[in-house]
């Protein structure tokens, strides 16, 4: 059983930088996809990014693309994302997930394994 730990969460003001780290223990998480999702009071989880295993493939949401990064160290076992030029509608909890279905894409809530997530809030 794949166990997932977010941590680097915080509070920043609009224009900073925040560094996520998703550390997974347990087992293998590379079968395909580790993926940042995001979810504000009301609103439902969200992609954010995710990077694919099997080729080092990254995707982005539209909202985020040139200013957040993902990236891995496979040595540690860990994904990390990089928020660049935060703005207040960034503000949320910020959730890791790892391993799809295989059917599924990687914007898929399907997710196999999740953290239990770290918050950013991003003031004005």
């Known amino acids: 059983q794949v166990h997932l730990v977010e941590s680097g969460g915080g509070s920043v003001q609009a224009g900073g930088s925040l560094r996520l780290s998703c550390a997974a223990s347990g087992g293998t998480f590379r079968r395909n996809f580790a993926a940042w999702f995001r979810q504000s009071p009301g609103k439902q989880r969200e992609a954010v990014t995710a990077?694919?295993?099997?080729?080092?493939?990254?995707h982005y949401a539209d909202s985020v693309k040139g200013r957040f990064t993902i990236s891995q160290d496979a040595a540690k076992n860990t994904v990390y994302l990089q928020m660049n030029s935060l703005k207040p509608e960034d503000t949320a909890m910020y959730y890791c997930?790892?391993?799809?279905?295989?059917?599924?894409?990687?914007?898929?809530?399907?997710?196999?394994?999740w953290g239990q997530g770290t918050q950013v809030t991003v003031s004005s």
């Open positions: 990077i694919d295993f099997r080729g080092g493939g990254r």
């Open positions: 997930a790892a391993e799809v279905p295989y059917y599924a894409s990687w914007s898929t809530t399907e997710y196999n394994y």
